[in-house]
T-cell receptor
């Protein structure tokens, strides 16, 4: 148990659905991340939040919309997805204050299938 | 630009054998950080180690050891006397240095290790 939880663990949705992924960290960290893991590709960083402010958006399509209401919670809102968006979506958190480096601690991921 | 290469896509070993997972990185930064993560079938990435670019000391933790060589830009990971529970995908990652704030991790494509009983 790394202290980062994600719900749901599995999600199947149609291309016209709207759904949300939730991530919660219990580690007192101040930075949170969304990654996409597709088969045979490196993990792709999607979004970074530091102290609730978005600091990185790696050219992610607008059909993915992140929300970070506080340092402990992170959401990824999904709308009008494509089948190629099917992947494992991983959330991570880290302590970014006063450190130039940081281990990121990951949740178990949400396995998303878009039909 | 940062890049991490894990040339070994899949490795199979018989239990109790030693195995080394290779990692080669590229960066123009003089200060950077290297990581290894383990991803078991459950999907969660488990942090194993962080190494700073200015600290080339090798490290041993139980059956795990890491060999950091700046001259060859490599950060290899060895498991001694492998066990079935070591079966997982292992990722090497590189982080640039920033004064404060969240860092980006650049991951390799991973090496799938299968330990055969």
């Amino acid at each position: 148990e790394t202290g980062v939880t994600q719900t749901p663990r599995h999600l199947v949705m149609g291309m016209t659905n709207k759904k949300s992924l939730k991530c919660e960290q219990h580690l007192g960290h101040n930075a949170m991340y969304w990654y996409k893991q597709s088969a045979k590709k490196p993990l792709e960083l999607m979004f970074v939040y530091n102290f609730k402010e978005q600091t990185e958006n790696n050219s992610v399509p607008s059909r993915f919309s992140p929300e970070c209401p506080n340092s402990s919670h992170l959401f990824l809102h999904l709308h009008t997805l494509q089948p190629e968006d099917s992947a494992l979506y991983l959330c991570a958190s880290s302590q970014a204050r006063d450190r130039p480096y940081n281990e990121q601690f990951f949740g178990p991921g949400t396995r998303l299938t878009v039909l | 630009a940062q890049k991490v290469t894990q040339a070994q896509t899949e490795i199979s070993v018989v239990e109790k054998e030693d195995v080394t997972l290779d990692c080669v990185y590229e960066t123009r930064d003089t200060t950077y950080y290297l990581f290894w993560y383990k991803q078991p079938p459950s999907g969660e990435l488990v942090f194993l180690i962080r190494r700073n670019s200015f600290d080339e000391q090798n490290e041993i933790s139980g059956r795990y050891s890491w060999n950091f060589q700046k001259s060859t830009s490599s950060f290899n990971f060895t498991i001694t006397a492998s066990q079935v529970v070591d079966s997982a995908v292992y990722f090497c990652a590189l982080s640039e240095a920033r004064d404060t704030g969240a860092n980006n991790l650049f991951f390799g494509t991973g090496t799938r290790l299968t330990v055969i009983p």
